[in-house]
């Protein structure tokens, strides 16, 4: 079995047709076809069968493919082991949101030009779901990522994932709203239930515990309101457009209140995510190190209000 065309199997269960396949790969369609009747010759099964003017996996091509994401991962670290020891060096490609960035990612960046001159990080802001989408397609080596634990990441069988730290949120109302400190979570949803809710445009997370959250208390919100920076958030609230989740020890407006979420809480959870059979990789394994013992040793980051994204 050629690992070749057991990528394009793989490539093809991720993207769906073999014309985006060959596209992503550099070849043509009727080479893709090729490969793929090629390789089912060689397992003795099918692996594709016709779907309208597309094809589709079977289970036994679904079942391969989940094998070869396993398998092509196992070959990329043999070759990686080759030189287990090797100085780090070449360039490391990094997309995360704001806050790991800015708080942990640039402070490395100084000693890494002193303890690594050959090492070079090259870093691009985003989201987590554009994060993860750069890695899948190998545009990046290492995604910054966050969930929240009331809404967690779905799992991905060919990405690992490192913890890194976590932090506390709260809910961001106006500064005369009648609601005690010492209510718990849902008493302090139920009390907002007739407001209007404003939530993040580049990622659903929040979006997810605070509809979760307001089922737990009986009730539908009604989110309207959608902005990418913590200080458009707090203005949105100052003006009464709406109430929003936002993190615990962030300066706030005058005219903004940060309520506690005690019962349950709400905790943002950041992650260091890379490909399996890359982990080994130098210059991966050393900054994800870094920013593990970084996590370890400093308190959680509390993330700029003008930063892009709740989250960040």
């Given at each position: 079995?050629?690992?070749?065309?057991?990528?394009?199997?793989?490539?093809?269960?991720?993207?769906?047709?073999?014309?985006?396949?060959?596209?992503?790969?550099?070849?043509?369609?009727?080479?893709?076809?090729?490969?793929?009747?090629?390789?089912?010759?060689?397992?003795?099964?099918?692996?594709?069968?016709?779907?309208g003017?597309?094809?589709?996996l079977?289970?036994?091509?679904?079942r391969?493919?989940?094998?070869?994401?396993?398998?092509?991962?196992?070959?990329?670290?043999?070759?990686l082991?080759?030189t287990?020891?090797?100085?780090?060096?070449?360039?490391?490609?990094?997309?995360?949101?704001?806050?790991?960035?800015?708080?942990h990612?640039?402070?490395?960046?100084?000693?890494?030009?002193?303890s690594?001159?050959?090492?070079?990080?090259?870093i691009?802001?985003?989201?987590?779901?554009?994060?993860?989408?750069?890695?899948?397609?190998?545009?990046?080596?290492?995604?910054?990522?966050?969930?929240?634990?009331?809404?967690?990441?779905?799992?991905?069988?060919?990405?690992?994932?490192?913890?890194?730290?976590?932090?506390?949120?709260?809910?961001?109302?106006?500064?005369?709203?009648?609601?005690?400190?010492?209510?718990?979570?849902?008493?302090?949803?139920?009390?907002?239930?007739?407001?209007?809710?404003?939530?993040?445009?580049?990622?659903?997370?929040?979006?997810t515990?605070?509809r979760?959250?307001?089922s737990?208390a009986?009730?539908?919100?009604r989110?309207?309101?959608?902005?990418?920076?913590?200080?458009?958030?707090?203005?949105?609230?100052?003006?009464?457009?709406?109430?929003?989740?936002?993190?615990?020890?962030?300066?706030?407006?005058?005219?903004?209140?940060l309520?506690?979420?005690?019962?349950?809480p709400?905790?943002?959870?950041?992650?260091?995510?890379?490909?399996?059979?890359?982990?080994?990789?130098?210059?991966?394994?050393?900054?994800?190190?870094?920013?593990?013992?970084?996590?370890?040793t400093?308190?959680?980051?509390?993330?700029?209000?003008?930063?892009?994204?709740?989250?960040?």
């Open positions: 079995m050629e690992t070749r065309r057991l990528h394009l199997l793989v490539e093809l269960s991720r993207l769906g047709s073999m014309r985006a396949v060959a596209e992503a790969v550099g070849t043509t369609t009727s080479t893709v076809s090729q490969q793929l009747t090629v390789l089912a010759r060689e397992m003795g099964t099918a692996l594709t069968e016709p779907d003017r597309r094809v589709r079977t289970p036994a091509g679904r391969l493919a989940e094998h070869g994401a396993v398998i092509l991962a196992a070959v990329e670290a043999a070759r082991d080759l287990p020891g090797s100085e780090p060096n070449g360039t490391l490609r990094v997309a995360g949101f704001a806050t790991a960035i800015r708080a990612v640039l402070p490395l960046i100084t000693d890494l030009a002193a690594h001159p050959r090492l070079n990080v090259l691009r802001e985003h989201e987590p779901a554009e994060a993860l989408e750069l890695l899948a397609a190998d545009e990046t080596d290492l995604a910054l990522t966050y969930d929240y634990d009331l809404a967690p990441a779905d799992p991905d069988p060919a990405l690992h994932s490192t913890a890194l730290w976590t932090a506390t949120w709260g809910l961001g109302v106006p500064a005369g709203a009648d609601v005690t400190d010492a209510a718990d979570t849902l008493d302090v949803f139920a009390r907002f239930r007739t407001h209007d809710w404003i939530v993040n445009s580049r990622n659903t997370a929040d979006e515990v605070i979760t959250l307001a737990m009986g009730f539908t919100p989110i309207t309101h959608q902005a990418d920076s913590l200080d458009l958030v707090q203005g949105m609230i100052t003006t009464g457009l709406g109430v929003g989740l936002l993190p615990v020890g962030i300066p706030t407006f005058s005219d903004v209140r309520v506690p979420l005690t019962g349950p709400v905790t943002l959870r950041a992650h260091a995510v890379a490909r399996h059979g890359r982990l080994a990789w130098p210059p991966l394994n050393l900054v994800t190190d870094l920013l593990v013992q970084r996590a370890a400093t308190a959680a980051p509390v993330p700029d209000p003008a930063s892009p994204g709740p989250g960040d």
